[in-house]
């Protein structure tokens, strides 16, 4: 049986997921903060929708490796962050946010993160820069979430590679307020038991008995 946490209460295809909040209310299956210290086993989560839940916090490294911990190898994990190019999404709150982008995520690549790294590893599954975040009824989104704006967000989202680009030549003139990204957890399966020491396991038991 697939297991599936919601951390947001509204996530798109989050259907049949467990929800999890930090009190108790209706609907709320798990009492737990998004962050280290997760009351999960190791490995032993199929997909996890995430959201803004983690976009606040400082400790977002080793929220990251927590996530990592409880994903099964494959697990997806939905997250939305807050792009290190906007400066009005960063200064919108008095706290501090992280400062991420896209390119955050090489660090937990397998193929180009450092030798002395963690062992915490992802490959992004997909992800969607975005001009506007959410900030409920503002009426001055008019222009960042018309068509000019769309325009934008498909020329930039056109590929990895034009993710890339744009992140790194016009995000700064652009400002991307947030992007959505999917990571895939990367680790080894769990190791299996030879079907020899299963026998001798039995046999063993049954010369007790």
Known sequence: MMVRLDFT??????????????????GVAIVAE????????????????????????SDI?????ELWRV???????????????STLALSRDARSRPLL?????????????PADAPPTAFAIERAHLRVAGERGADAGLALARGPFASFIEKLANGSRGSQYRFERWFANVIG????DVV?????????RQPASSRQMSG???EGGA
């Open 9 to 26: 209460g509204r996530a798109k295809g989050a259907t049949r997921a467990l929800r999890v909040a930090q009190a108790p209310a209706r």
């Open 34 to 57: 998004a962050g280290p210290r997760l009351p999960f086993g190791d490995g032993c989560i199929d997909e996890l929708f995430v959201g803004r839940a983690v976009a606040w916090r």
């Open 61 to 65: 490294a080793e929220t990251l490796d």
């Open 71 to 85: 994903g099964k190898p494959g697990a997806l994990i939905h997250l939305t962050l807050p792009h290190a190019s």
């Open 101 to 113: 982008t896209l390119n955050t995520f090489n660090y937990y690549d397998p193929r180009t993160k």
């Open 176 to 179: 991307f307020e947030e992007f």
């Open 183 to 191: 990571l895939a957890v990367v680790k080894p399966p769990p190791a």
């Open 203 to 205: 046999v063993s038991g």
